[in-house]
């Protein structure tokens, strides 16, 4: 999983928001707000992975959309706007592709269905389409015919 913290003289930025929402696979009832540090303004879109601090930690995240598309009624409740000051920067942004629109809107849907923290379905997503390497698991195949070398026992 590579992280890039991309330089904005070379890939041509345009002016983007100073602060952005980022979705945590973590029960949490929604988004946190991080400010866009200027090596990466206009480069972070929606869907996007990044790497985020939380507490003594990094955490991976997804930039999330500022409107969600649940009904008022079943919206969480928003949260006290904080300060620009105090927001945390971002990190850096995880080179993967984006999560789909749809797939976002999806975890909207669920977590509004089931009455989960929308961190909580966006963790099984995450685990669905996982950004870190899979590890080698040794293990035995059974073949209809053994290979004509092989012996039970020793010869005598």
């Not at 000051?85 to 809107?105: I, K, M, Q, Y």
Request: aromatic share 6%; glycine share 8%.
């Amino acid at each position: 999983m590579a992280t890039t913290s991309v330089d904005t003289a070379t890939h041509g930025a345009r002016p983007g928001p100073s602060r952005v929402g980022v979705l945590l696979p973590l029960p949490f009832p929604g988004p946190f707000d991080y400010a866009v540090p200027p090596g990466l303004e206009g480069l972070l879109a929606p869907g996007d992975l990044v790497r985020v601090p939380l507490g003594r930690r990094e955490e991976t995240g997804v930039v999330w959309d500022a409107h969600t598309s649940v009904p008022p009624d079943f919206a969480p409740p928003q949260p006290p706007p904080v300060a620009t000051a105090r927001l945390r920067p971002v990190v850096a942004r995880v080179d993967v592709p984006p999560l789909p629109t749809g797939l976002r809107r999806f975890v909207d849907w669920v977590a509004a269905y089931t009455l989960s923290p929308p961190g909580m379905v966006l963790a099984m997503a995450l685990r669905a389409c996982s950004t870190e390497v899979p590890r080698v698991v040794q293990g035995w195949v059974a073949t209809d015919t053994p290979p004509a070398d092989l012996r039970m026992t020793p010869a005598r």
